[in-house]
Each structure stands twice: as C-alpha cells, then as structure tokens.
C-alpha cells in the first residue's frame, strides 16, 4: 500500500510577508533621515541646554542610529543574501533587538521625560507620573521578553505564538501612556492659561496643540500594530507601524524641543508688533491734539517710544523667564 502523502498547507502570498518587512525598513530609513536634521538643528540652536537634556537628545539619537544599522542589516539579509528564499522572510535576524526591544525602550524614555515635564508644571500631579512610569517599565519589560523568545526561536511565526502576550504589552501600554500623558498635559496647561500674559497664552496654545498630537501620532500607530497582529495572523503586516514607532517616538520628542525656536520667535514678533503700536498710538494722538506734527515735537514722542520699547523687551525677557517652554535653560 503507497503511503499517503498530505499536501502542504497553502503558503500566503509572497507580498504579504516582504511587502510589510520592506515598507517598514524603508519608512524606518527615512525617518532616521528627519531625526538627523532634528539632531543636528537641536544641537545649533540650544547648545546652551541643561547637560541632562544634551544627554537625553544624544543618548536618544545613539540609541535609534543603533537600531537602524540593525534594520539595513536585515533588509540585506531578506531580500539580498535571501532572495527568491522565502524561510529567508520568516528569519527575525536582527529584528528582534531593534523592534521590540529598542523600540520599547525609545519609548520608554520619551515617556519619562513627558513625565518630568508633568512633576514639573505641577508638583502635586507626581501621582499619575508614578502610574505611566510603572506602565512605561512593564512596557520595556515585555518589548524585553518578545526580544528574548525571539532570539531563541529565530522565526516571526513562532515567535508570534510563543510571545503572544508580548505586542499587548508593549504597544497596548504605550497607548495608554501616551493617552494620560496627552490628557495631564493639556489639563494642566489649560489650567496655567488663566494666570499668564496673553502672550505667552498663544505660545501656550501652541504647545498644547502639538502635544496632542504628537502624542495622538504614537498612539494610532501603537493601536495599528495591535490590530494588525490579532487579526492579519500568518503575515507580517503588524511589522510595518511597528519598525517606525521608535523614529515616531524620537521625532517627537526633537520636534518638542526644537519647537521652542519657533515659539521664542513668535513671541519676540508680537512684542515688537505691541510696541510699534503703541508708538503709532502715540503719534496719532499727537497728531489729533496738535492738528499737526511740529519738527520740534517728535524729540518727546521718540522719548515716549523708546521708553515702551524698554519696557515691553522687560516685560518679554521676565516672560521668556517664567515659560518653561520657550527658554531652553528651564528645563
């Protein structure tokens, strides 16, 4: 009797496994590429920055350049040394230390810092950044865990099953870290709009807007990683948002320090525009009592107006002071 031979299960379609791993490599490039300019921006316009905040930049910076060499490795090793092998695909390589692991950890960092900046707009919020720390550390705990299994079974499907619990670890928490981070922010920085210069409100606004959303980026993609690993089962489409969230994550956090540049600049803009007012102001209401502007008057009014100038750049430098956000040495 011939033995009976069972057919091998369908294969999926080749694209569903290197168009995600090749997509997300690319997009991981080229965000690598923006956080070079942001680097290198940060690094002319703040070279006066606490050291901590130098450390936290560079150490940031060293840790993605890191990850990404790790990536361009296996880009070449699944689709160069690879190619036309499809067990080639299903090999994490080096994938495993610069995804789940570096990508927890960039998160993770980006997340503490948020926390500070939390303690140190309000003292008494100290509790809800204790809380996202503990989520921040059983986020990395579990990017360190799927790192591990991975390593030891050097394939995406077994991993996927061995490690199931991991990707809700890390990308579950860093929605919920990245959602009462946003939410705290906004609280609290509404709350301080009442007790300041109108000024430093428009700065403030603008501060509040792109804390939202910049933390509301991470967390869609954190969300998208999620659902496409629960419900794309037998592809890698999940790995595509999740090779690009630790660029998202360090993008944001220069984009918020960088920021600053632009919010300086707008505010010194309004002051000088203030200023030019209240000299036309003055000119006008010359104007209006004399009939017209004698030669000999103008000598008072450029007094007058040298003497607003004086007080508005006062005004602007005690401003810049008590804004944490606008001058670089608060932090």
């Given at each position: ?189 509404n709350s301080k709009q009442s007790a300041i ?135």
């Open positions: 009797m011939d033995p009976v031979v069972l057919p091998a299960p369908p294969m999926p379609p080749i694209s569903s496994i290197t168009a995600p791993l090749l997509l997300g490599s690319l997009s991981n490039t080229y965000l690598f590429g923006i956080l070079c300019v942001q680097t290198y921006l940060y690094h002319l316009s703040f070279p006066s920055d606490a050291a901590y905040i130098k450390a936290l930049v560079y150490g940031v910076f060293a840790i993605d350049a890191t990850a990404t060499i790790m990536n361009v490795s296996d880009t070449f090793q699944w689709f160069a040394n690879g190619f036309g092998n499809p067990l080639a695909l299903d090999n994490v390589q080096l994938s495993p230390a610069d995804t789940p692991l570096i990508g927890a950890l960039i998160a993770g960092i980006v997340q503490a810092f948020y926390c500070y900046r939390i303690f140190k707009i309000e003292h008494r919020a100290w509790p809800i950044s204790v809380f996202i720390m503990l989520i921040v550390a059983v986020q990395i705990a579990g990017g360190l865990w799927g790192s591990i299994i991975a390593f030891q079974v050097q394939s995406f499907r077994s991993a996927a099953e061995k490690a199931s619990g991991s990707p809700w670890i890390i990308f579950v928490g860093a929605a919920v870290a990245d959602t009462l981070i946003a939410g705290t922010m906004i609280l609290l920085l210069h109108y000024h430093t409100k428009n700065s403030l606004s603008k501060i509040i807007q792109l804390t939202a959303e910049t933390n509301l980026l991470s967390t869609v993609v954190a969300l998208i990683t999620m659902i496409l690993f629960v419900t794309e089962k037998g592809t890698t489409y999940f790995t595509f948002p999740s090779l690009i969230l630790g660029k998202v994550y360090s993008n944001s956090l220069l984009l918020i320090l960088n920021n600053r540049t632009y919010l300086a600049t707008d505010a010194q803009r309004s002051h000088q525009r203030d200023a030019l007012g209240s000299r036309t102001g003055q000119y006008s209401s010359g104007a209006m009592n004399m009939g017209v502007l004698r030669p000999k008057t103008p000598v008072i009014e450029r007094t007058r107006g040298i003497q607003v100038d004086m007080n508005t750049s006062v005004h602007m430098d005690q401003e810049r002071k008590g804004n944490p956000w606008t001058h670089g040495s608060s932090y």
